[in-house]
C-alpha cells in the first residue's frame, strides 16, 4: 500500500515536497515513481528512483526543477518540487514496482504494480 501526502495551494516559483510511504509491501528491490494527470490530459511520468543505488530519472518538464529522494528508514520516497509552475497543477500519484527495471519501463504506468491514491497539487499564477 502506498500513501501519497503533501500536496496543497502554492504560489507559481513557490516549492512543495510530496511524501510517498510504503507499507506492507517491500519495494525494497524495485523502483518507486511519481506521475501527476492534470485535467483533461493523460497522466504524465514526472520521476522515479530505484531503491537500490538511488538511480533518478526525471521526466522533460520537471528536470532541473524536481528532486526525487528515497529514505530507507521510513520506506518512503519524497519529490521535491521547486520553482513550480502553473502548469505543474495536477493530482500527483505514486507508484511502485518490486522490480529494479530499466529507463524505458520506469517511465510507462502500465508497467507499475501499486499506486497511492493521488495528492493535488494547485499553482497559482
Known amino acids: 500500500q502506498l500513501q501519497a501526502s503533501g500536496g496543497g495551494l502554492v504560489q507559481a516559483g513557490g516549492s512543495l515536497r510530496l511524501s510517498c510511504a510504503a507499507s506492507?509491501?517491500?519495494?525494497?528491490?524495485?523502483?518507486m515513481a511519481w506521475f501527476r494527470q492534470a485535467p483533461g490530459k493523460e497522466r504524465e511520468f514526472v520521476a522515479a528512483i530505484r531503491w537500490l543505488g538511488g538511480n533518478t530519472y526525471y521526466g522533460d518538464s520537471v528536470k532541473g526543477r524536481f528532486t526525487i529522494s528515497k529514505e530507507h528508514a521510513k520506506n518512503t520516497v519524497y519529490l521535491q518540487m521547486n520553482s513550480l509552475k502553473p502548469e505543474d497543477t495536477a493530482v500527483y500519484y505514486c507508484a511502485a514496482n518490486s522490480r529494479a527495471g530499466i529507463p524505458v519501463l520506469m517511465r510507462q504506468d502500465s508497467w507499475y504494480e501499486s499506486w497511492g491514491q493521488g495528492t493535488l497539487v494547485t499553482v497559482s499564477s
Open positions: 506492507g509491501r517491500t519495494f525494497s528491490s524495485g523502483t
